[in-house]
């Protein structure tokens, strides 16, 4: 038995039961792949298994059914995303069978994609790149729109323009379901001046781990340069909070504590009801006014 002479300043911890153990690895390994990425994987499985149904074949890979389905595959799609599939696969794979991956970069295989790919391979197709013609072109069009959206478009279109950004990193995903609130910018970053702005970005494609970068977009990039992405970023920061904006707020918290439409109208020093707009925009709300004597 090894004893430590260092006495330990760790306090005691409850020892863990295997089935705990086993619920808490599996809810670390679900987050060792990002759930878009995780999506991904589940549909190349999907391929996998309907192609061994079709066929007849065991779903456990082996040299030759793997090379059979590359065969296959490469009549349908892209060879060079029979690669991502076959990565997928694998990893959706490898806890049933621990040797898929060994299986994956075996001669016979390495051998039917490159066939593949030289028989119906075919370049990459690249989108082309925006100029700064682009973006003034642009500008001439939305510059002087007043229009929310115009303003968040602006600003995205800019700062991914001079961030060097991914166009994913200042969305969120149609699908809700594929939403992670870590990788959300949250407007308490953002820090700005006459010359500069600049927010933290939690995570990005090339930063696994969270670890984040500060973006930071200056209007002294180039001094011949006729686009400015300062004006604009504050621009749309104008629109999102406005004069009001902080009166709206303070109103539709007090509702919500259930304080009395009466004592919220004696706070805001309004000389009427007006003030019940702010909490008509939220149903739930409405519906607790009515129960006060307001609306």
Not at 148 to 155: P, Q, R, S, V
């Amino acid at each position: 038995m090894i004893i430590s002479t260092i006495p330990s300043r760790q306090s005691k911890w409850d020892a863990w039961t295997r089935e705990h153990f086993i619920s808490e690895r599996s809810i670390i390994l679900g987050q060792a792949v990002d759930i878009a990425t995780w999506k991904s994987y589940g549909s190349a499985l999907n391929s996998w298994l309907n192609f061994v149904k079709t066929h007849n074949f065991p779903v456990e890979p082996s040299e030759e059914n793997f090379s059979f389905y590359v065969t296959y595959m490469s009549y349908r799609i892209k060879p060079a995303s029979i690669k991502a599939y076959l990565s997928g696969i694998c990893q959706q794979l490898e806890p049933h069978f621990p040797g898929v991956h060994t299986l994956r970069k075996t001669f016979l295989i390495q051998q039917t994609l490159k066939g593949a790919s030289r028989k119906s391979g075919s370049p990459p197709k690249r989108k082309s790149a925006l100029t700064i013609e682009d973006i003034v072109l642009v500008l001439s069009t939305l510059g002087d729109s007043a229009a929310h959206d115009d303003k968040l478009f602006l600003a995205m279109l800019t700062t991914a323009f001079f961030g060097l950004m991914r166009l994913g990193e200042l969305t969120q995903p149609d699908n809700p379901a594929l939403n992670n609130p870590r990788k959300f910018t949250c407007r308490t970053s953002v820090s700005i001046s006459e010359t500069e702005f600049s927010f933290f970005l939690p995570a990005h494609k090339a930063d696994p781990f969270f670890e984040g970068n500060r973006i930071l977009i200056s209007n002294q990039i180039a001094a011949s340069c006729p686009v400015d992405p300062v004006p604009l970023f504050a621009c749309y920061l104008v629109a999102q909070i406005a004069g009001q904006s902080l009166r709206a707020g303070g109103a539709t918290w007090l509702a919500q504590e259930g304080v009395p439409p009466h004592v919220i109208q004696a706070t805001g020093r309004w000389a009427s009801n007006t003030f019940q707009i702010y909490i008509r925009k939220h149903p739930i709300l409405a519906h607790l006014f009515a129960f006060s004597g307001g609306l």
